[in-house]
């Protein structure tokens, strides 16, 4: 039987500068974390249109969409939740080495997991993205009328009511959604990603 100590990493001969030179700008992950309804997959989904619109290579993971799949599997516990994150962390590594730029939607409410995120794709790689929005305000946006379950008790475990959110201490980009269009919200990040994201002469900031 197969142990880890039988499994080695293989690199092949086109590594992330290569894919980074053929795309024509670089590859890095935005984490937007916030509550439910706070707008993270809504300005993700946003911005990844503008980035393609300039033959950015962009990918969105959301939170929902990955619980259909990679993570079906996992229940909302606070260990399956570190878990989910981790799982998506692996993916967006594998993402940024072939050249993608990564916008990951998760609510991924607690500080730990999300340093571990940094730490998985690397520091220089990370870039926390803190969608800022009050509860009052998330559930007053909640067509699906989560939130007030989670206040009936119907829903175990929901960040913000039941269970914690610890917003970031230092994100790199902070968006408060409550004063912004979602226009205004994807422009803002947009800018900022491009402005991370560009190699000299590579990418038009203006265009």
């Known amino acids: 039987m197969r142990s880890e100590k039988n499994i080695c990493r293989y690199s092949g001969e086109i590594k992330r500068g290569n894919w980074e030179c053929l ?4 590859s890095v992950v935005f984490w937007f ?5 706070a707008g993270k997959s809504t300005i ?3 911005v990844e249109k503008k980035l393609f619109d300039l033959g950015i290579r962009v990918k969105v993971f959301d939170g929902d969409n990955v619980r259909h799949g990679l993570c079906g599997d996992l229940s909302f516990s606070p260990e399956a939740r570190t878990e989910n994150i981790r799982r998506i962390s692996e993916v967006a590594k594998l993402f940024i080495d072939n050249g993608t730029v990564c916008l990951c939607a998760f609510i991924s409410p607690l500080r730990s997991d999300r340093e571990r995120v940094r730490s998985i794709v690397g520091s220089d790689n990370f870039h926390e993205v803190y969608i800022s929005c009050s509860v009052e305000e998330c559930e007053r946006r909640d067509v699906k009328g989560y939130y ?3 206040r009936e008790g119907k829903i175990k475990n929901y960040t913000g009511i039941s269970a914690p959110y610890e917003a970031p201490v230092e994100p790199e980009l902070t968006l ?3 004063g912004l269009t979602v226009q205004d919200s994807v422009k803002r990040v947009a ?8 190699a000299e002469s590579m990418v038009d900031l203006d265009g």
Not at 23 to 26: D, I, Q, S, T, W
Not at 33 to 37: A, M, P, V
């Open 44 to 46: 993700a989904h946003g």
């Open 33 to 37: 974390t916030g509550l439910s309804g």
């Open 148 to 150: 007030k379950m989670a």
């Open 191 to 198: 800018d900022y990603v491009l402005t991370v994201v560009a």
């Open 176 to 178: 408060e959604t409550e």
């Open 23 to 26: 795309n024509g700008h670089k």
